[in-house]
């Protein structure tokens, strides 16, 4: 999402007289970028923050936006009409930014303890807890709503100025916007974490602030205009116009809800890759208004170009799709290396990457859309009027784009999925503009027939483009295969692939075109383990336990197979997911099991909202470095989970190796021991580990594992992935507290107030060559308890074996193919029957 900073200016019609002075409006563009980079930084933040008191699905963010886009349409259309009464527009201006710094700060610190407030609220009543979000989301976007409306008028623009004057403001507004996006991903987060991000945008507040005032001292006083009573309406040709900007406006979002969910299989779901998006989105909408503004005055026809600007929109956003092909990730492939080859800089290059996907589906769109800013400014906007009328638009035009967000994401995509509901939209776009050019002057036939024919090519490629194009697209951009299931969903979309992994199939589960997981042997393996390996060492006899992400339902699954358990719930974000589930193999069964009660909810949201308490909560989320993930990974997480624990409760978080960098690994680790006394590591699978934290010693008695081990369901389930006796379970064992202690040593904790795992630097090459091995030097012998000579040697036996499996992957996966075939034979010599080595072993053949 991005800040709506719409202005709208009409004059309706005196000729073209002389053109602005460039130095008349350098000193208020530059100060409208620096409110405008300020404006963007808070909503990331703000929107950032609401995934932590009302969760992180779709309909609680959507409404989070929406409050902050409701306060900017109120207070373009309050604080509009004020700035037309006032002799003084730069001090308004400058009091207004004043207002967004103070205010800004104070909710972003408000925010970050808003969490229990809104749970205790809600339970109280739904109207009050999020009556507290509008509140506090809208306030700061109220204030904003009135800066451009009243920088415009301080302008003094002449009826034959306005669509010059307006589109520039407008271009270096969201000029700042773009600024914003990008230094609260790449610099301000990553270093200053949310709250000293705030006040660095609350000093850029301050700062435009000062300049406002200072451009005030030789500006003339304006004259006020009448009693907002007295004010002549808006002309009838004026408001069919902002009308129609306001679908418009609907559209433009529309777009932006699809471009965000289709174009992700082409990028990535790390925050680096939504910033270059928006960007990009930014960008076109900036650069399309400035370019077009030179000549927007000069226009004999501004009901034809706008409608011809409109309608193109839509043509060309749905042509890019359907043109879409194999080649583009091609090309994404060469700029990456390139640029890659130039910088050494891994994040660089994946930069380019996400840049040239956005440039290909973005871009052009948004500079037609841009483009027909200024040419609305023509057709609403009245000299004497100017805060009034821009504000209506700033209002009009954001209730639009509002209603747009939510009627394609809500209800056209789930209906109709993404190809055909972009469909729609360019159709509509393509109607708007014909209504648009039937109103333009008679004498310019060339924008009738041009919006003719877009509107054919529009039709034409809505026919001729299948529906299933995007899902074509990741069979072939994702080493092929056959697709089992896909579903385009309320902002997400998910499918299962089944694909070939040596001589056997597999499924993989991809959310939002990226894979997540899948149910080959070794997923089977550590997502077994993340649930039974805790259950077993448990101190007492666990009756309940949550899992926290059902995926593939491999985890989940698990907990049928411990005789016991009383209570097993399982929080799931996405119902496509759950949907999708059922297609994967060695779950047990688990969606139509009713001894697991499947809750789809935020996880997160789920330990706010119940005071149930458990034995053990597991953890499988995606990897820490997405989007919106490190939620689950955080000091502030892991402080709220304790509190949901039994006594002798355990809190076990799955911990990918290979999807970040040793460093911010270490900040997981850290982050995780700040909330545990009683901490240790385990081996569950070659890339991945298992944190186990509890309140108290969690004491590895062994005759109590090996009855428990011994149940049969929970034997075989397993045996099948290769933990045959409880020894080899045991075996997994890497370090306890004061090794994992060794490994974070000093490095800085992940809190939701310094997300930094999220905005990491980009994974190096074979990190887990480094990772991995780092680990396993830390590896101490299992602190047993009640085990004879026989058991210790036979864990020895099973650990040495393992750590020899790994050091044979590694040497695999480094190139060294004779010692990973030396190495692989001598396991499976010594353990032939083991279910996981022969998985490798037979991959290797």
């Known amino acids: 999402m991005f800040k709506k900073v719409q202005a709208t200016s009409a004059a309706r019609s005196s000729p073209p007289q002389k053109s602005i002075e460039l130095r008349s409006i350098v000193w208020p563009a530059l100060l409208l970028i620096i409110s405008g980079t300020a404006a963007l930084i808070y909503q990331i933040l703000w929107i950032k923050q609401l995934t932590l008191i009302v969760g992180v699905d779709v309909y609680a963010v959507t409404t989070g936006v929406s409050a902050f886009f409701t306060g900017l ?18 001090r308004l201006y400058a009091a207004l930014e004043i207002g967004v710094a103070l205010v800004g700060i104070l909710i972003t610190i408000a925010l970050s303890h808003a969490a229990a407030i809104f749970v205790n609220l809600e339970e109280q009543s739904n109207v009050l807890a999020w009556g507290l979000v509008f509140l506090m989301v809208g306030i700061g976007p109220f204030l904003m709503g009135g800066t451009l409306p009243a920088m415009v008028r301080a302008l003094r623009l002449t009826a034959d100025r306005i669509g010059t004057g307006g589109g520039w403001m407008y271009a270096a507004n969201t000029g700042g916007a773009i600024l914003g996006t990008l230094v609260s991903s790449f610099l301000l987060i990553p270093s200053l974490g949310i709250r000293g991000s705030a006040l660095f945008a609350g000093g850029m507040g301050m700062l435009a602030a000062v300049g406002g005032f200072w451009l005030d001292r030789s500006a003339p006083s304006q004259t006020k205009t009448a009693p907002q009573s007295k004010l002549a309406p808006l002309a009838k040709t004026a408001t069919v116009a902002i009308l129609l900007y306001a679908v418009a406006g609907g559209l433009a979002l529309g777009y932006e809800v699809i471009w965000s969910q289709s174009i992700v299989q082409f990028m990535s779901t790390r925050s680096y890759a939504f910033s270059v998006m928006l960007a990009t989105y930014l960008t076109g909408l900036a650069l ?22 409109i309608a193109a929109a839509g043509m060309v956003a749905l042509l890019e799709i359907s043109l879409l092909g194999p080649w583009l990730p091609t090309l994404q492939a060469m ?23 956005a440039l290909y589906i973005v871009f052009l769109p948004t500079l037609l859309l841009g483009a027909a800013f200024p040419a609305a400014l023509k057709l609403i906007v009245d000299s004497a009027h100017v805060g009034r009328d821009i504000g209506k638009v700033v209002a009009l035009n954001t209730f639009g784009g509002i209603i747009g967000t939510v009627m394609t994401g809500f209800v056209l995509v789930p209906r109709f999925g993404l190809v055909k509901t972009l469909a729609i939209l360019a159709v509509l776009a393509a109607f708007l503009g014909l209504f648009a050019t039937m109103r333009g002057a008679a004498g310019v036939p060339f924008a ?7 509107a054919t090519i529009t039709v034409g490629a809505t026919l001729l483009t299948p529906a299933d194009r995007l899902a074509d697209l990741l069979t072939s951009t994702r080493g092929g295969g056959t697709v089992k299931f896909y579903k385009e969903g309320k902002g997400v979309t998910v499918a299962v692939l089944e694909q070939l992994a040596g001589h056997k199939q597999f499924r993989r589960l991809f959310i939002q075109g990226v894979s997540n997981t899948g149910d080959t042997l070794p997923s089977l393996r550590y997502m077994r383990l993340q649930a039974l390996l805790p259950l077993i060492i448990h101190n007492d006899n666990p009756k309940s336990a949550l899992v926290i992400g059902l995926g593939t339902g491999i985890t989940s699954g698990a907990l049928l197979r411990f005789p016991g358990l009383e209570q097993r719930v399982v929080a799931e974000l996405l119902p496509e997911v759950a949907q999708a589930t059922s297609y994967f193999q060695g ?3 688990a969606t139509t099991d009713p001894k697991l009660d499947i809750r789809l909810r935020d996880g997160r949201r789920e330990l706010l909202s119940s005071q149930e308490l458990y034995d053990l909560i597991t953890l499988e989320p995606p990897p820490p470095s997405a989007a919106g ?6 000091t502030d997480f892991y402080e709220l989970a304790k509190a949901r624990l039994r006594s002798h409760g355990i809190v076990a978080q799955w911990l990918p190796l290979p999807t970040q960098n040793d460093e911010d690994t270490q900040s997981l680790v850290r982050s995780f021991l700040d909330v545990y006394p009683h901490a240790s590591l385990w081996t569950t699978e070659l890339h991945e580990m298992l944190l186990v934290g509890s309140l108290e010693p969690v004491t590895l008695d062994v005759p109590r594992i090996k009855k428990r081990f011994n149940q049969p369901e929970l034997a075989s389930a397993l045996r099948d992935v290769g933990i045959s006796s409880a020894a080899a379970l045991l075996a997994t064992w890497v370090t306890g507290r004061a090794g994992l202690e060794t490994y974070a040593s000093d490095a800085r904790p992940v809190t939701d107030d310094q997300p930094r795992i999220e905005y990491a630097d980009w994974v190096r090459h074979d990190e887990i060559q480094r990772v991995l091995p780092r680990l396993l030097e830390l590896r101490t012998a299992p602190p047993l308890r009640g085990a004879d000579d026989l058991f210790m040697k036979s864990v020895a036996m099973e650990r040495q074996r393992l750590l020899l499996f790994y050091q044979a992957a590694l040497n695999g996966q480094s190139g060294h193919r004779e010692l990973w075939s030396r190495d692989i034979r001598r396991v499976l010599e010594s353990d032939g029957s083991n279910a996981y080595y022969r998985w490798f072993g037979k991959r290797s053949q």
């Open 73 to 90: 349409a109120a207070g373009g259309l309050v604080l509009g009409r004020w700035v037309d009464r006032v002799q003084r527009p730069l």
């Open 288 to 309: 399309g208004a400035a370019l077009f503004a030179r000549w927007a005055d000069r226009l004999r026809d501004p009901w034809g170009m706008f409608g011809l600007l």
């Open 335 to 357: 700029v990456d290396q390139t640029a890659y080859a130039l910088t050494e800089n891994r994040l660089i290059g994946m930069c380019s990457r996400f840049a040239i996907a």
């Open 448 to 454: 009738r027939w041009g919006a003719i024919v877009i």
């Open 587 to 589: 779950n047990f069964g």
């Open 629 to 634: 993930v490190v939620n689950l990974y955080s």
